[in-house]
């Protein structure tokens, strides 16, 4: 079957350091993927998307990087900090396919 | 403000009574869709609607019924709850009919279910 997953379910990280969030998907024709933050008791914000004829896109202290060839995508958060504790998913779509997979998420722990 | 809502945040209720989560969004948004997050399953879409009158199944349809009679609303009716519907839903709406845009997603309600 389908399956979007992470490596890691919990990563700690100290205040100011870069972090690495990864996720791996198995179906190569997904094309389209997305980052999510959850905060505790609040519903998945947007971080930021990539489409798959892209490598790499950046955002405002954020980047997603894609690799098509193994199918894994990473989200890196520069200077990470105490706000950034959450939870993150990533989620796949596929063309014509309406409907989105999310991994089960990883846990951000930003110590000070 | 430009915002998903869904009420109640939270329900308890018993096995078998009829209930209606509602979801509105303010956006003028296409595309709905509703969710559910259990423990390390992550969110797992119920069912979706790409416009009035147009809604589908996701991948855990069953147990729920959704409808779509105006742009704005999109509930979540659970006929005949049962306690493995004991869970944490999301609604979520963008922008696009074809869904590759930014979602938004409401508060959350927590259903239990005894």
């Known amino acids: 079957g389908e399956s979007v997953g992470l490596h890691l379910p919990t990563l700690s990280v100290q205040e100011g350091d870069n972090s690495i969030i990864n996720c791996a998907y198995s179906?190569?024709?997904?094309?389209?993927f997305i980052w999510y933050k959850q905060e505790s008791g609040k519903g998945p914000q947007f971080i930021i998307d990539i489409r798959s004829n892209m490598d790499k896109r950046q955002g405002q202290r954020v980047t997603v990087l894609l690799n098509k060839t193994v199918k894994h995508l990473s989200l890196q958060i520069a200077a990470t900090q105490p706000g950034d504790s959450a939870v993150y998913f990533c989620?796949?779509?596929?063309?014509?396919?309406?409907?989105?997979?999310f991994g089960s998420g990883t846990k951000l722990n930003v110590k000070p | 403000e430009a915002q998903v809502t869904q009420n109640p945040r939270y329900l308890i209720t018993v096995t078998g009574k009829k209930l209606t989560v509602t979801c509105s969004q303010n956006m003028n948004h296409e595309y709905m869709s509703w969710y559910r997050q259990d423990p390390g399953l992550g969110l797992r879409q119920i069912y979706y609607?790409?416009?009035?009158?147009?809604?589908d199944k996701g991948d855990v349809p069953e147990g729920y019924k959704v409808s779509r009679k105006e742009k704005r609303n999109f509930p979540l009716i659970l006929e005949s709850p049962s306690p493995n519907q004991t869970s944490l839903y999301f609604c979520?709406?963008?922008?696009?009919?074809?869904?590759?845009?930014?979602?938004?997603f409401g508060q959350g309600t927590r259903l239990t279910v005894v």
């Open positions: 609607s790409m416009n009035v009158e147009v809604t």
């Open positions: 989620a796949e779509n596929r063309i014509n396919f309406n409907k989105f997979y």
């Open positions: 979520a709406s963008s922008l696009s009919a074809d869904s590759r845009t930014e979602a938004f």
């Open positions: 179906n190569s024709a997904s094309d389209y």
